[in-house]
């Protein structure tokens, strides 16, 4: 059990396009989602907390409207990449912590990979 | 605030080798210590975490990490490693109260040499 999969895992955009990335978790409910964004040969950089039914809690500097997060069931969230640039290019990563463990473990996504031309 | 640091960001070992990843994080209050393993264009697999009790901590593909409260430190260790083992490992800590977010350190690529 615990598995959270990434739709799509890669996808090519033009620049100023939108690309929508779901998150799911396939076997318990997530009240909690979280998306991270990692650059090569870097470490994981939490960009947002995504409560179901509410809105998502950004980290700092990262857009809030340029990165549109929705987490609108217990088993879905989006991430809405709004007029990408390449500078966006990156693999973007989710995380869902399953409320039926104690002490609220996390489970990572494969991952989406994101390139903008 | 809380902080990790993995002292190590290429470890190159020969195959059959024992090694040992370092990881040393700061917190002011209790924390969950973990360490994940990621291969190429994957997500993050969960290796072993430490929540309380025993220090020693085993974990997936002969992986184990002692937590050393005095000296801050979570350092990932395998007796004897494999090709396979080549990998990005990250080590990251949680405060332990329920809302507690994944600090992670920024990564050792373990470098697995026939």
């Known amino acids: 059990g615990a598995v959270v999969s990434q739709h799509p895992s890669w996808v090519i955009c033009k620049s100023g396009t939108s690309v929508k990335i779901e998150c799911r978790s396939l076997?318990?409910?997530?009240?909690?989602m979280f998306w991270y964004r990692q650059f090569p040969k870097q470490s994981l950089m939490l960009m947002a907390t995504?409560?179901?039914?509410?809105?998502?809690?950004?980290e700092q500097g990262v857009e809030k409207d340029k990165f549109l997060i929705n987490h609108a069931s217990l088993t879905l969230s989006t991430l809405t990449v709004t007029s990408a640039h390449p500078e966006d290019s990156s693999f973007y990563i989710c995380?869902?912590?399953?409320?039926?463990?104690?002490?609220?473990?996390?489970?990572f996504g494969p991952g989406t990979r994101l390139t903008v031309l | 605030a809380q902080s990790v640091t993995q002292l190590d960001s290429q470890v190159p070992v020969f195959e059959e080798a024992p090694v040992e990843l370092r990881c040393n994080y700061s917190?002011?209050?209790?924390?969950?210590l973990f360490w994940y393993v990621q291969y190429p264009n994957q997500g993050l697999q969960l290796l072993l975490k430490?929540?309380?009790?025993?220090?020693l901590v085993k974990g997936i593909n002969g992986f184990e990490a002692e937590f050393n409260k005095s000296q801050t430190s979570f350092h990932l260790r395998k007796p004897s490693v494999h090709i396979s083992d080549t990998a990005e490992y990250f080590c990251a800590v949680r405060q332990s109260h329920q809302g507690g977010k994944l600090i992670f350190g920024q990564g050792t690529e373990l470098s697995v040499k026939p």
């Open positions: 995504s409560n179901e039914g509410s809105k998502a809690t950004y």
């Open positions: 995380s869902a912590r399953n409320r039926d463990r104690a002490y609220n473990e996390q489970f």
């Open positions: 076997d318990f409910q997530a009240t909690t």
């Open positions: 430490y929540l309380s009790g025993s220090t």
């Open positions: 917190s002011s209050v209790s924390v969950y």
